[in-house]
C-alpha cells in the first residue's frame, strides 16, 4: 500500500525558514520522480516543486524559485521541501505527490501559515 506523509509544516514569520519532509512507504521512492504541490484557500493546487527519481534535476514554480530547494534521501525514501524568505502568499497546504503506474498519490498535507 503506497503512502505519502508529510511533515514540518507551521507558523513563521515572514523572511523566516521551514523544511517540509515526505516519506514515502509501499514503494521504492528511488523509483520515481516526485513533487511538492500546494494550494491555498480557494485556489487551486499549483505545482511547486519537482525532483527526478536521482535527484539530478529538479524544476521549481516561477514564485518560489531562488528560495525553495527540493531535495531527496533515496536511503530514507523521504524527500524535503527547504522552504526559505517566506512570504504571506505562501500560505497553503503543501502536499507531496507521485504518480505510479498511472495512479496518483497524494499525502494528506501539512499547514504552512506565514504571517506576524
Known amino acids: 500500500q503506497v503512502q505519502l506523509v508529510e511533515s514540518g509544516g507551521g507558523l513563521v514569520q515572514p523572511g523566516g525558514s521551514l523544511r517540509l519532509s515526505c516519506t514515502a512507504s509501499?514503494?521504492?521512492?528511488?523509483?520515481?520522480?516526485m513533487s511538492w504541490y500546494r494550494q491555498a484557500p480557494g485556489k487551486e493546487r499549483d505545482l511547486v516543486a519537482t525532483?527526478?527519481?536521482?535527484?539530478?534535476?529538479?524544476n521549481y514554480a516561477d514564485s518560489v524559485k531562488d528560495r525553495f530547494t527540493i531535495s531527496r534521501d533515496n536511503g530514507k525514501n523521504t524527500i524535503y521541501l527547504q522552504m526559505n524568505s517566506l512570504k504571506s502568499e505562501d500560505t497553503a497546504v503543501y502536499y507531496c505527490?507521485?504518480?505510479?503506474?498511472?495512479?496518483?498519490?497524494w499525502g494528506q498535507g501539512t499547514q504552512v501559515t506565514v504571517s506576524s
Open positions: 509501499g514503494f521504492p521512492a528511488s523509483n520515481s520522480r
Open positions: 505527490y507521485c504518480r505510479r503506474w498511472n495512479i496518483d498519490y
Open positions: 525532483i527526478t527519481s536521482t535527484g539530478s534535476s529538479t
